[in-house]
């Protein structure tokens, strides 16, 4: 019950936040998201629906680390998209929060990708 009514409330945040959050071709999404094992981050251009660059922790590069969905896995995948973002030529994103709290996991994911480069 109490995980089904956790999940309720992220999708309801990320909804009302979708209404405002759009990336364009100047300044893509960077969007993120976090499973119970793993961590995502993508930057969308929502305009033509393409992903700019991706990072995971599925990738077998990260997977062999045997990762888990915290802060110091999160500081890794904030790096890791901001840099393939400025290979792409994307400096400038729009930071979209997937409807979970910007505390913990969500802020370290920022920082470090602030840290690499991007600006939001």
Partial sequence: MATAYRKEKIKMRHTRLRKKVAGTAERPRLAVHFSGKNVYAQVIDDTVGKTV????????????????????????????????????????????????????????????????????
Avoid at 57 to 82: D, M, R, W
Avoid at 87 to 111: E, M, P, Q, T
């Fill in 53 to 120: 660059a991706s990072a995971n922790t599925t990738e077998p590069g990260l997977k062999s680390q045997k990762p888990h969905a915290n802060s110091a896995t999160a500081t890794v995948i904030g790096k890791l998209v901001a840099e393939r973002a400025k290979a792409a030529n994307v400096s400038k994103v729009v930071f979209d929060r997937g409807g979970f709290i910007y505390h913990g996991k969500v802020k370290a994911l920022a920082d470090a990708a602030r840290e690499a480069g991007l600006q939001f």
